[in-house]
T-cell receptor, first 113, second 116 residues
Framework: NAGVMQNPRHLVRRRGQEARLRCSPM?????VYWYRQLPEEGLKFMVY????????ESGMPKERFSAEFPKEGPSILRIQQVVRGDSAAYFC???????????FGPGTRLTVT | AQTVTQSQPEMSVQEAETVTLSCTYD???????LFWYKQPPSRQMILVIR??????QNATENRFSVNFQKAAKSFSLKISDSQLGDAAMYFC?????????????FGKGTKLTVNP
């Protein structure tokens, strides 16, 4: 049973470009969570999604950031017009439902130059 | 809002010795979940141990155990017989029991070094 997959593992973008981060949850998992880890910091919750629905986006910046988890395909975290402060590791986790363990992917390290 | 505090940015231990990592949290809820995650240099987040607040018995997983003091809002991790592979960042995390509130709240982490 493959774990949570994230790609790309490393992404370099220039300021003003768009970044798209993908997350494929574990088989049988329909809940996805995105977290951001700034250098020397713990992970910070961004958004919680179920298939086709955003359940909790209380940690998402109000502008430039969006997330989706379509009926088919991976979850996507999209950052428009990236700035240097967006440089961080972005982790995706999945679970089979509420009140279950969250299993983390290996993360995507975004570097904005 | 819940907060998690790890007061030790760095810790070190000799191989085969025991080390305890501290974690305190702030919450007004009576039931919740607490976790310790390990993040080795590969950056993969690995669940080490979990504790439900309604359980009085401290959780144990092989060489890893916790000291859960609910009244003091303290949740320390003890690693016995430390091994070189235990070297990593360790994060304490809190999760609310409220339905729909699935987010994990993490501390800033403790970097553990294991000396041979």
């Amino acid at each position: 049973n493959a774990g949570v997959m994230q790609n790309p593992r490393h992404l370099v973008r220039r300021r003003g470009q768009e970044a798209r981060l993908r997350c494929s949850p574990m088989k049988g998992h329909s809940h996805v969570y995105w977290y951001r880890q700034l250098p020397e910091e713990g992970l910070k919750f961004m958004v919680y999604l179920q298939k086709e629905n955003i359940i909790d986006e209380s940690g998402m910046p109000k502008e430039r950031f969006s997330a989706e988890f379509p009926k088919e395909g991976p979850s996507i975290l999209r950052i428009q017009q990236v700035v240097r402060g967006d440089s961080a590791a972005y982790f995706c986790a999945s679970s089979p439902g509420q009140r279950n363990e969250q299993y983390f992917g290996p993360g995507t390290r975004l570097t904005v130059t | 809002a819940q907060t998690v505090t790890q007061s030790q940015p760095e810790m070190s231990v000799q191989e085969a010795e025991t080390v305890t990592l501290s974690c305190t949290y702030d919450t007004s809820e009576s039931d919740y979940y607490l976790f310790w995650y390990k993040q080795p240099p590969s950056r993969q987040m690995i669940l080490v141990i979990r504790q439900e607040a309604y359980k009085q018995q401290n959780a144990t997983e092989n060489r890893f155990s916790v000291n859960f003091q609910k009244a003091a809002k303290s949740f320390s991790l003890k690693i016995s017989d430390s091994q070189l592979g235990d070297a990593a960042m360790y994060f304490c995390a809190y999760r609310s029991p409220q339905g729909g509130s699935e987010k994990l709240v993490f501390g800033k982490g403790t970097k553990l070094t294991v000396n041979p």
